[in-house]
């Protein structure tokens, strides 16, 4: 009896110590990719720039939505319901129950033939790509030409 006690607890103190691996990992990766994509947005040339240099994969379209936009319309205007999360732990632990964004968040999802490939809430205070344009949905999508993002 005592063996199992000590047993169970080791094999969850191992899972809490790779869980917590797994999110460092997780939060190094994006941490790059914020910097990247500041620095890089910082060195626009009239609204050009190579995308490859910002974003280093693969992609098709990037949406861009505005800060208290809920989940549900984020599912529906991509078409549908998503997580970038591996598997059910790390799902449950970056869960949002509110669905709402803060007020200086906005929500960047990145996607590639339909399928969503990263998700982000950055900084918008830090980091605006169409601080001088004007649209009335909650929603921006860049389109991918050429190397070159184009806004509509």
Not at 117 to 146: A, G, M, Q
Request: aromatic share 14%.
């Amino acid at each position: 009896m005592k063996i199992k006690k000590v047993i169970i607890s080791l094999i969850l103190i191992f899972t809490i110590l790779i869980c917590g691996d797994y999110i460092n990992y997780r939060q190094k990766k994006i941490i790059e990719v914020k910097t990247s994509l500041i620095e890089d947005i910082k060195s626009i040339n009239n609204g050009k720039y190579l995308i490859n240099e910002i974003i280093p994969f693969e992609w098709d379209q990037i949406c861009i939505f505005e800060p208290y936009v809920g989940d549900k319309y984020i599912y529906e205007k991509i078409g549908k319901e998503y997580t970038t999360a591996s598997n059910y732990l790390s799902y449950k632990l970056v869960d949002n129950h509110s669905g709402l964004h803060y007020d200086h968040l906005k929500k960047m999802v990145i996607l590639k033939d339909g399928i969503v490939i990263y998700d982000e809430n950055y900084d918008r205070l830090k980091l605006d790509f169409e601080d001088s344009f004007y649209f009335e949905d909650e929603v921006r999508h860049l389109y991918k030409n050429d190397n070159m993002i184009s806004l509509q």
